[in-house]
């Protein structure tokens, strides 16, 4: 049962939320087996209207939100995305587009500039053009993205591409990089996949081993050294899975610290992951996002160090760390207080190991892998 309280204090009072994500729509073309969407999005509410979503991004400016990501599903499958940018950046939001590339054309580039966005992220599956178009499930997804990489660049536009590696293309690492140069990327997210969503359910399939995971680090690391010796201007970021760690990462830079989430139909939550954990979170058709922010019970639940039990509550890093992340800890020890399982220090820190352990054996096909789409998340949530 989710435990809704009406309001609950932490131990501190947070500073606004800075980074405003507005997730359109759960509608999209593709179908990466690790999409961070939830499972059941097929049985989500309706979508918020254009007004609706105005008037959360004018409240949460007021609160002091300065960036505003637009994101999904396929923030190009509304509409009105146009209008929503203008709208941001009249109320002056550093606005930041994040994309598939599929839908995009140079025109909607052109009028998403007149409307005053600032910065485009497009995500590739692989370098590899099958490889990308089997995990995206469409045959025309890579060339289309590389169409498009090269109208952001041609606009003008700050561009990152982001990669979400894992066992199945993590081994081109270079091709992937090399093609990040030729497209002119500004920022490359190698982001090794993070098991949250659609991720989740196919972790065994999707998590590299670690000799996978350290060549990658390894030559992401020559290529650093050389661009920057070059002083090319293509910068490289590459996440380490947390599966690997043996401490936790501080995720969301603490709950309800400095990051919101506005799902489609209106749910705002700390996190994109938020909503599977048995606590009730607010909805921007109820509730301002001043009180949202400040008051609701969801995001006051884990603010502060009050509420965590050991072995996190006497640590010394749980400043640094906040014990985790609270949706690794609920999806794997079935209590959202406990330490994130990442952590050595974690009674179920075992979980982690056994993961790894999978990960070395015989890896699965990509075939194998369970698909995002609205016929799967609806038999799932029957299931
Ligand atoms: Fe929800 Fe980490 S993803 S707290």
């Keep these: 049962m989710r435990n809704s309280g009406s309001?609950?204090?932490?131990?501190?009072?947070?500073?606004?939320?800075?980074?405003?994500?507005?997730?359109?729509?759960?509608?999209?073309?593709?179908?990466?087996?690790?999409?961070?969407?939830?499972?059941?999005?097929?049985?989500?509410?309706?979508?918020?209207?254009?007004?609706?979503?105005?008037?959360?991004?004018?409240?949460?400016?007021?609160?002091?939100?300065?960036?505003?990501?637009?994101?999904?599903?396929e923030p190009l499958v509304r509409q009105d995305l146009e209008e929503l940018i203008r709208a941001a950046r009249e109320l002056g939001y550093y606005t930041n587009l994040i994309t598939s590339g599929i839908g995009l054309t140079e025109a909607r580039l052109t009028a998403?500039?007149?409307?005053?966005?600032?910065?485009?992220?497009?995500?590739?599956?692989?370098?590899?053009?099958?490889?990308?178009?089997?995990?995206?499930?469409?045959?025309?997804?890579?060339?289309?993205?590389?169409?498009?990489?090269?109208?952001?660049?041609?606009?003008?536009?700050?561009?990152?591409?982001?990669?979400?590696?894992?066992?199945?293309?993590?081994?081109?690492?270079?091709?992937?990089?090399?093609?990040?140069?030729?497209?002119?990327?500004?920022?490359?997210?190698?982001?090794?996949?993070?098991?949250?969503?659609?991720?989740?359910?196919?972790?065994?399939?999707?998590?590299?081993?670690?000799?996978?995971?350290?060549?990658?680090?390894?030559?992401?690391?020559?290529?650093?050294?050389?661009?920057?010796?070059?002083?090319?201007?293509?910068?490289?970021?590459?996440?380490?899975?947390?599966?690997?760690?043996?401490?936790?990462?501080?995720?969301?830079?603490?709950?309800?610290?400095?990051?919101?989430d506005i799902t489609p139909d209106g749910t705002a939550l700390p996190c994109h992951s938020a909503r599977q954990l048995p606590v009730q979170f607010p909805n921007v058709k109820e509730h301002d996002v001043r009180h949202i922010w400040y008051e609701s019970f969801g995001f006051n639940r884990f603010r502060g160090y009050d509420w965590m039990p050991e072995p996190c509550r006497s640590c010394d890093e749980k400043e640094k760390d906040f014990g985790g992340c609270r949706c690794q800890a609920f999806m794997l020890t079935g209590k959202a207080e406990n330490a994130d399982p990442v952590c050595a220090k974690s009674a179920h820190h075992g979980k982690i190991l056994v993961a790894r352990e999978e990960a070395e054996r015989a890896p699965l096909e990509l075939s194998d892998l369970t698909y995002r789409n609205e016929r799967a998340s609806r038999i799932i949530c029957r299931a």
């Design 112 to 260: 998403f500039k007149d409307a005053g966005l600032d910065h485009i992220q497009v995500s590739f599956q692989a370098a590899d053009e099958e490889v990308n178009n089997l995990l995206a499930g469409s045959r025309k997804a890579f060339a289309q993205k590389l169409a498009m990489a090269r109208a952001v660049k041609a606009q003008g536009y700050p561009m990152v591409l982001n990669f979400v590696t894992h066992r199945h293309n993590i081994d081109s690492i270079e091709r992937i990089i090399e093609l990040c140069i030729e497209l002119e990327a500004d920022f490359v997210e190698l982001a090794t996949c993070q098991f949250y969503g659609w991720a989740e359910l196919n972790r065994a399939g999707l998590l590299p081993t670690r000799a996978q995971l350290e060549r990658a680090e390894r030559i992401t690391n020559e290529y650093r050294e050389k661009l920057a010796a070059e002083k090319h201007p293509c910068k490289l970021i590459f996440v380490t899975p947390d599966y690997y760690e043996e401490r936790p990462k501080a995720c969301m830079n603490g709950w309800g610290n400095l990051f919101l």
């Design 7 to 73: 309001s609950s204090k932490p131990d501190h009072q947070p500073g606004p939320p800075f980074w405003l994500l507005a997730e359109l729509t759960y509608r999209c073309p593709l179908q990466c087996p690790y999409c961070s969407n939830p499972l059941d999005f097929a049985q989500q509410g309706e979508e918020l209207t254009t007004a609706q979503w105005i008037e959360v991004f004018r409240q949460a400016r007021e609160l002091g939100a300065a960036q505003l990501g637009f994101s999904g599903g």
